[in-house]
């Protein structure tokens, strides 16, 4: 294994791991998760659901409490709830799930530890309901305990999947990504619970003030922990997905933005924390060459793809945008001012970066990963003895069509009406019209889950980590 995106390693069978022979009878549409699939390595099928399942319920619930806060203006501690619920409950939930099936396959390693990755699910969920429940009520002094358990689940997530990819070396360009974002977990989590203990009794002073603090632990989560992750997926997913390969000018710009990126984020974070604008903005500035090197990447897997476009490539084409309008707006203010408040996350308009690139990096991420799942445990041994529904045939296209524009257009709107003087129901309508999208895209999602996956919600949301393979209930082929 070398740096490089091997073409190999990187078709879909290896990713999520199965034995299905004969894909190739399914058609051109499946000709993106051709091969025979590893059974070995992938944990059951309910423990990567149920992480997304209950992302799913902390999305439309941090959603709708973004309504409420533009509707009343930001008042009390609802913006903190909503930021919490979207980036904890959906953002980095999906992550510990996704991390979970993708690690193991695409490594080649076994998962250090099923229960552990049942335990960080368990733990991190309670831990945020109280959290944002605490910040709600107004009950602060709740908040060091319940910021706690989240600390623990996400150091078992750490632990667990850094033990995994301990056994898998050397390290590609994705596992590096990976392995810096493990490490930006364990940071940005101590300094959530110092904030959250610092609400009720203060702990720091005039030498290292809380809002100093608080846009450290604010960049670590989204740049360290959540965009590495994404970042790194994408080397892999990006050409994946469009039968592609890196080569041309991509392979310098993976070179530089490997360096520039996790150089950047470090740079970025302590010169916040210490309140050195000089250091802040060397690291800002190479944050931002990194994102924009990885959109330009994408960009061009996209431009060259090799197979028929789908959800998922519709919603990568947005992220490619999305990183690169962002980094064009966010290099004159962080060059301006790495330490306001107001560029915390590059731009005045957080949506574009939290929305345009997150957001639509994990939407259309999902979009094939859930289906996936399920086909590969439901039907993938039935191939050549019945007939058996494509992947994309699991989900309702038209309604996948219509999240997508319900989607762009809300963020449209957000982002509009974060940068320029409108009035605030531009903002709330825009919000809306999101958390629209986020209900047809999550109704889709369990309606697949529901009707085609071997067992129901509610064995997902309540798996066990000793849970047989669920295509074991059934007769295999080759035993029939």
């Known amino acids: 294994m070398n740096g490089d995106v091997q073409p190999d390693r990187g078709t879909l069978p290896n990713l999520f791991g199965r034995t299905a022979r004969g894909l190739a009878a399914v058609g051109e549409r499946m000709s993106a998760i051709m091969g ?50 979207l980036f904890v409950g ?60 989240m600390l623990v689940g996400f150091w078992l997530f750490v632990y667990n999947v850094g033990r995994t990819l301990l056994c898998a070396r050397p390290f590609d360009v994705t596992e590096r990504h990976f392995a810096f974002a493990l490490g930006t977990f364990l ?73 520039a990126y996790p150089t950047g984020v470090l740079a970025l974070a302590a010169g916040r924390l210490v309140a050195n604008g000089s250091l802040a903005r060397v690291g800002g500035l190479l944050v931002v060459a990194g994102i924009l090197a990885v959109g330009v990447i994408l960009a061009r897997r996209l431009f060259e ?55 639509f990096v994990v939407l259309g991420t999902l979009y094939h990963v859930v289906p996936f799942i399920v086909w590969v445990h439901r039907y993938s041994d039935r191939l050549g003895y019945e007939t058996v529904p494509m992947i994309d045939d699991l989900y309702d296209a038209r309604v996948a069509t219509a999240d997508l524009v319900a989607l762009v257009v809300g963020t449209g709107l957000l982002v509009v009406g974060e940068r320029f003087a409108v009035p605030a129901s531009v903002f709330a309508v825009g919000g809306g019209i999101a958390v629209v999208g986020f209900a047809l895209f999550v109704g889709n999602m369990l309606l697949v889950v529901r009707d085609h996956s071997p067992q129901g919600l509610g064995r997902i949301l309540v798996p066990t980590s000793a849970s047989r393979d669920s295509r074991a209930v059934d007769s295999r082929p080759e035993e029939r």
């Open 187 to 259: 940071l940005l989590t101590i300094l959530g619970v110092l904030l959250a203990i610092d609400f009720t009794q203060p702990l720091f002073g005039s030498s290292l003030p809380r809002g100093q603090i608080l846009m450290a632990h604010a960049t670590l989560a989204v740049f360290g922990a959540v965009l590495a992750t994404v970042l790194g997926a994408l080397y892999q997913l990006g050409t994946m997905f469009t039968q592609t390969s890196l080569h041309g000018i991509d392979r310098p710009l993976k070179r530089f933005e490997e360096i």
């Open 305 to 359: 793809t090799r197979v028929p476009w789908t959800p998922m490539l519709s919603r990568y084409a947005v992220v490619a945008v999305a990183m690169v309008l962002w980094a064009l707006v966010t290099a004159p203010a962080w060059v301006a001012d790495p330490l306001a408040r107001a560029t915390l996350f590059g731009t005045e308009s957080p949506h574009l970066l939290a929305f345009g690139v997150v957001g």
């Open 90 to 149: 959906w953002i980095c939930l999906t992550i510990m799930g996704a991390m979970t099936q993708f690690v193991p396959v695409w490594s080649g390693v076994e998962l250090h530890s099923r229960r552990l990755a049942l335990a960080q699910l368990w733990l991190l969920t309670p831990g945020l309901v109280g959290f944002v429940a605490a910040l709600l009520a107004g009950n602060l002094g709740w908040l060091p305990l319940f910021g706690s358990v």
């Open 36 to 85: 025979d699939l590893e059974t070995d390595r992938q944990p059951p099928m309910t423990i990567p659901l149920a992480h997304f399942v209950v992302g799913f319920c902390f999305l439309l619930l941090g959603g709708l409490l973004g309504i409420v806060d533009a509707v009343a203006g930001g008042v009390g501690l609802t913006r903190l709830s909503h930021i919490h619920l």
